[in-house]
């Protein structure tokens, strides 16, 4: 990685100036509502601080701490899980009624729920689902600008660099996260502008072509990728219903649209493992055969990647296409953030079941 | 200090015991509502575990953040005081409907507001006592069990150790609050409840007796104190109106009661320093008559005593005398803790204003 002029304090404060007016794109009315993990106490101090700045009239965080939620399953009466603190719910649609602005900082330990009882997580999974589908679907219907950010947590951290110390590991993933999301750069919130501004005439490209078909070619791979009659390239900046026009994911270097349902045709071979359900698969080969997975292979991890495609029907067909440049500040660190707001933003990819 | 056998681990774990069976006496079929600082992690977790393993069917934590505090004062808008997060009035309302029990972990930076504009400090108290009514009712009246209970922060532990380095004072405070609060015994709990026990036959003696006034002399002290008529010996274990015996404040070791209004006479000096409203009063001599302080004078911070003698027709009078044996370990610990919760357990003494 090309080292940046910037001490920490200032990459520090350029990531926060950008996820409050790049990311959110704050108004001065506004209040924001953050929801962060403990450790992320140092942005969330530097957001809150930017954002007071900008004029909003009140920064309230949600903290939440892993921790906690495996104190939880290891210890709470097995009958509780159906519990759920409701009032979290009500005050997140009073504050989409207010017009807040919305801010989620996420980070979790990879391993956090390494040998608990999966009928645990799965009850408590599904209430929480249930309890928040409100917020979700104002949330995927943009009904406030919102985004999401990252940043390093010990336990994330040693997972992407298990051969350094906790504190060289912390250092690094930093530099990376501050790298991939342009805040070394002293001008960061100028970069992003240029960045959205080239986003949007990729969009247009693609959409003023309106191909019908992508061919991918690579080792292993040569895939055909039929496109939806109608399709719409997006990315990038994105309106919401409240008129603020804010980048939903930091970093975002992707442009996506959807494949057609059954002209998908060929072989593929992953260039990274695929990090899901706290397992790594690696050396992912599949063919695609009328649109849907017909063969598929993993040097590690096999049975894992067998269930994912036998979860439902739409599990063996693709739901999102998406093209990033090798130039992409993600995809020049070269890791594997095992985040998917990193990951997906480091090359070029397909997505498996529904478009998201 | 005596030293204890055990390690910090056992100890913050007999900690988190003590605060969650004699300090709240959580109930299985109840949820727990914890208010804590995000440096008080380490014992949130602690108690969430116990909390749970006493059957617990929720832990549900409002975290607070004081460099948040004052990054609103430093940042956000003049006219912005006046917003306040009201769901979380809501909640806490709702929890006490709901019968859960109540634990707050009090620890705050002394030197937090140092510099900040005081009206902007006055309006938002105004604004938070004024939506926290509701609130504050239900726990002055008990209509829940709650307690209060205490742990180091950085930044007060500096301030009782100034001539240590932060790692040390964090430890020396943390040996403190385990010594005070019984927490170093092998069995905390049986600790307690002979303690607990030993409280309730002295409130019993003394309200068996009930003695017509006190007499208190020591070096420059010689002061009688009229007890009210019909006055009650209080202290220790305390019934909530939903049944459950808990205790408000850990540690507690006084027993006190309700002066007379006007049968107070003699002259006091104080053995330790006052800390309040940010300031340090020593040497605190002052002359009752008639229930009436006539004369006061201070070594230090004489204005800032005179001020608050002069705040209403009250601040004159006793509202509270309270007896501590010498032999408890809050006196024992020899420290100045800048923290009510520990001061005033330290020894006997007097309180101005109304009883609290």
Same mark, same amino acid.
């Given at each position: 990685?090309?080292?940046?002029?910037?001490?920490?304090?200032?990459?520090?404060?350029?990531?926060?100036?950008?996820?409050?007016?790049?990311?959110?794109?704050?108004?001065?009315?506004?209040?924001?509502?953050?929801?962060?993990?403990?450790?992320?106490?140092?942005?969330?101090?530097?957001? *809150?601080?930017?954002? +007071?700045? !900008?004029?909003?009239?009140?920064?309230?965080?949600?903290?939440?701490?892993?921790?906690?939620?495996?104190?939880?399953?290891?210890?709470?009466?097995?009958?509780?899980?159906?519990?759920?603190?409701?009032?979290?719910?009500?005050?997140?649609?009073?504050?989409?009624?207010?017009?807040?602005?919305?801010?989620?900082?996420?980070?979790?330990?990879?391993?956090?729920?390494?040998?608990?009882?999966?009928?645990?997580?799965?009850?408590?999974?599904?209430?929480?689902?249930?309890?928040?589908?409100?917020?979700?679907?104002?949330?995927?219907?943009?009904?406030?600008?919102?985004?999401?950010?990252?940043?390093?947590?010990?336990?994330?951290?040693?997972?992407?660099?298990?051969?350094?110390?906790?504190?060289?590991?912390?250092?690094?993933?930093?530099?990376?996260?501050?790298?991939?999301?342009?805040?070394?750069?002293? %001008? *960061?919130?100028?970069?992003?502008?240029?960045?959205?501004?080239?986003?949007?005439?990729?969009?247009? +490209?693609?959409?003023?072509?309106?191909?019908? !078909?992508?061919?991918?070619?690579?080792?292993?791979?040569?895939?055909?990728?039929?496109?939806?009659?109608?399709?719409?390239?997006?990315?990038?900046?994105?309106? *919401?219903?409240?008129?603020?026009?804010?980048?939903?994911?930091?970093?975002?270097?992707?442009?996506?649209?959807?494949?057609?349902?059954?002209?998908?045709?060929?072989?593929?071979?992953?260039?990274?493992?695929?990090?899901?359900?706290?397992?790594?698969?690696?050396?992912?080969?599949?063919?695609?055969?009328?649109?849907?997975?017909?063969? *598929?292979?993993?040097?590690?991890?096999?049975?894992?990647?067998?269930?994912?495609?036998?979860? %439902?029907?739409?599990?063996?067909?693709?739901?999102?296409? !998406?093209?990033?440049? !090798?130039?992409?500040?993600?995809?020049?660190?070269?890791?594997?953030?095992?985040?998917?707001? +990193?990951?997906?933003?480091?090359?070029?990819?397909?997505?498996?079941?529904?478009?998201?």
């Amino acid at each position: 990685m090309p080292e940046s002029s910037l001490s920490f304090e200032e990459k520090l404060d350029r990531y926060a100036d950008l996820l409050v007016r790049i990311g959110v794109n704050l108004q001065p009315h506004q209040r924001l509502q953050v929801s962060a993990p403990l450790e992320a106490a140092p942005l969330v101090r530097a957001v *809150a601080r930017k954002a +007071y700045e !900008a004029g909003c009239r009140l920064v309230e965080v949600a903290w939440s701490d892993d921790a906690l939620t495996r104190i939880r399953y290891e210890s709470a009466p097995r009958d509780s899980f159906e519990e759920y603190p409701h009032w979290r719910v009500r005050a997140s649609l009073e504050a989409v009624e207010r017009d807040d602005a919305f801010l989620t900082i996420h980070a979790a330990d990879p391993d956090l729920l390494a040998g608990i009882d999966g009928e645990l997580v799965a009850a408590a999974s599904r209430v929480a689902a249930q309890a928040q589908r409100p917020v979700s679907e104002k949330v995927s219907g943009f009904a406030m600008n919102w985004s999401i950010g990252s940043m390093p947590i010990p336990s994330w951290a040693r997972r992407v660099f298990p051969d350094l110390s906790e504190e060289q590991a912390m250092a690094r993933l930093w530099d990376a996260i501050f790298m991939a999301t342009r805040a070394d750069r002293p %001008d *960061a919130v100028g970069a992003w502008q240029t960045h959205l501004a080239n986003l949007a005439a990729r969009r247009a +490209y693609l959409n003023e072509r309106a191909f019908s !078909a992508l061919h991918f070619r690579g080792p292993g791979t040569d895939l055909t990728v039929g496109l939806a009659d109608g399709h719409e390239w997006v990315g990038g900046a994105w309106p *919401a219903r409240n008129g603020r026009l804010g980048v939903p994911n930091l970093p975002t270097d992707e442009v996506f649209t959807a494949p057609h349902r059954d002209r998908v045709d060929g072989t593929v071979r992953a260039t990274k493992p695929l990090s899901t359900r706290g397992a790594l698969i690696e050396g992912i080969e599949v063919r695609f055969s009328g649109g849907r997975i017909v063969e *598929a292979r993993a040097a590690r991890g096999e049975d894992v990647l067998t269930r994912l495609l036998d979860t %439902d029907e739409g599990a063996r067909r693709l739901g999102e296409v !998406a093209l990033v440049p !090798a130039s992409a500040p993600v995809a020049q660190t070269n890791l594997l953030f095992l985040n998917t707001l +990193y990951d997906e933003n480091a090359a070029s990819h397909i997505a498996l079941g529904r478009a998201g």
